[in-house]
């Protein structure tokens, strides 16, 4: 049985783009045959500091605190007397580094101390955050160390073309575009509910609904912004937005809400949130700084039209006019125009909705599983064959 390690800085019950789309390796690797093992970091959870998942055999927590100002980010610093006890334990055929921080470079290191093939996944261009949290003078130092982290590995997964064009740029060569797919099944039309649409109090007024961390980088306020300024186009036109998720932006993001904005504060991703995307009617987002875009994804499977920005990782899917309608980035104008074309449009709304379902049956997590699978078989059998090469090279280069 091939046994594989995964090093990283977020994992459940933590949710974030990241932590689920390790969560989602780790159990589809576990159903294709592999031994998955996690080293990550400890939540407060029911009392007790654990780190939980049911589709990992062996859970290994790091000690961790609450970033102040955002508790949901947990800091952790692994020492290297554990990390070394883990993979004497896990004794991984190959180890994943999926963050670049404290955990993720801890194994890595650990790691190449005892000639382990590892692979990383770049899931988020952070030399682009240092913008959008007022720290621009950060970029060129943020963009060093991902250079550095990611040069180290044996292959390096990045979830787009624009995320491996980003990678590229700054001499990061060994790169695989897999973005981790999108759970179609769990995530589809059928999940509509009529008791949702009650509960939440929207009844048949078309409601758009954003899903994400309500940060910066997200500019939620351009949604807020645009959808104040679609009501005010169309005030004989009932809408609704709702907002779903938590983050460090939550109270500003509630005090400058206008009326028909509806926050929900974090949404169970298994229980609600299939029934949430379902229930409403679009999907809308400001951010320009997503790699794949993941939440997108899973509202193109629910059947929702998106307006967006064709912008970072959702330029591989997003079709103007085919899953979606796109605005400029930054313009709330213009997205607010995209709201009330939709509204007003029925048969517009019914293609779109058409054109996302289809769009998102083709990014299936099932297919990049099945690849996952045998990369990262490929990546173990490479190594083999380099440590071979090398030892049959040994006698000669001793005479």
């Known amino acids: 049985m091939r046994r594989i390690l995964f090093c990283t800085d977020t994992f459940p019950p933590q949710v974030n783009g990241v932590s689920v789309v390790t969560a989602a390796m780790v159990s589809g690797l576990r159903k294709r045959g592999w031994e998955c093992a996690v080293l990550g970091p400890a939540y407060p959870l029911t009392g007790r500091r654990v780190l939980w998942s049911p589709d990992v055999e062996r859970r290994y927590a790091v000690p961790s605190v609450g970033l102040p100002g955002y508790r949901d980010v947990r800091l952790s610093w692994p020492t290297s007397r554990y ?3 883990v993979f004497d334990d896990v004794r991984p055929d190959l180890v994943h580094c999926a963050t670049e921080f404290s955990i993720g470079y801890a194994g890595m290191r650990e790691a190449a101390r005892r000639g382990i093939p590892v692979c990383t996944t770049s899931h ?9 949290y007022g720290v621009p003078f950060l970029r060129p130092a943020v963009t060093r160390w991902m250079r550095h982290f990611h040069g180290k590995a044996n292959r390096t997964l990045v979830p787009s073309r624009v995320a491996q064009d980003a990678l590229l740029e700054i001499g990061v060569r060994q790169t695989h575009v897999w973005g981790g797919g999108v759970d179609a099944e769990l995530f589809h039309p059928r999940h509509f509910s009529s008791a949702t649409r009650q509960r939440l109090g929207i009844g048949r007024v078309f409601t758009f609904l954003h899903v994400g961390r309500l940060a910066p980088e997200k500019n939620v306020e351009l949604v807020l912004a645009a959808f104040a300024m ?27 809400s206008t009326p028909g904005v509806t926050f929900l504060g974090a949404v169970d991703r298994t229980n609600e949130l299939p029934a949430l995307y379902a229930s409403v009617d679009a999907f809308v987002t400001a951010s320009t700084t997503e790699t794949l875009g993941l939440v997108t994804l899973e509202a193109m499977a629910s059947g929702l039209p998106v307006i967006a920005c064709r912008e970072g990782g959702l330029r591989d899917y997003f ?16 997205c607010a125009e995209a709201m009330v074309r939709l509204v007003r449009d029925a048969s517009l709304h019914e293609r779109l909705r058409s054109g996302a379902r289809q769009t998102a049956e083709a990014w299936s997590s099932v297919r990049d599983l099945d690849r996952l699978d045998g990369l990262f078989q490929r990546e173990i059998r490479a ?12 006698p000669h280069a001793a005479r």
Do not use: W
Not at 383 to 394: E, G, R, V
């Open 83 to 85: 990390v070394r006890s």
């Open 124 to 132: 988020t261009d952070f030399s682009r955050y240092c913008s959008a």
């Open 230 to 256: 679609a009501r005010a186009q169309q005030p004989e036109v009932p809408m609704r937005l709702l907002i779903a998720g938590a983050g460090p932006s939550e109270k500003a993001l509630r005090g400058s």
């Open 319 to 334: 079709v103007h006019t085919h899953n979606g309608l796109s605005f400029a980035a930054g313009d709330a104008t213009d």
């Open 383 to 394: 190594h083999a064959h380099l440590q071979a090469s090398l030892c049959s090279l040994t």
